[in-house]
């Protein structure tokens, strides 16, 4: 049981620190293109847990609607 925990948790922190490090880096990036994600706890949670497509569909929502 101790592991299963074990395993969640650091798929969890994983999940954050991918995250957190790929909007951070788009942001950097799309500063040439003129587009930015916001860093707060909902984009961090939906590209944590969605991954590039999270990331993605954030791009075209928070961007060009």
């Known amino acids: 049981l101790l592991v299963i ?3 969640t948790l650091k798929w969890i922190i994983k999940s954050l620190i991918f995250g957190i490090v790929s909007i951070i880096v788009f ?3 799309g ?3 003129n587009l930015n994600v916001p860093i707060n706890i909902y984009t ?5 847990f969605l991954r590039i497509p999270g990331l993605c ?3 075209i929502l928070i961007n060009f609607i």
């Not at 961090?44 to 944590?48: A, E, R």
């Open 44 to 48: 961090i949670l939906v590209t944590s």
């Open 5 to 7: 925990y074990m395993k």
């Open 31 to 33: 500063v040439y293109v």
């Open 27 to 29: 942001n950097f990036l």
């Open 57 to 59: 569909m954030l791009i």
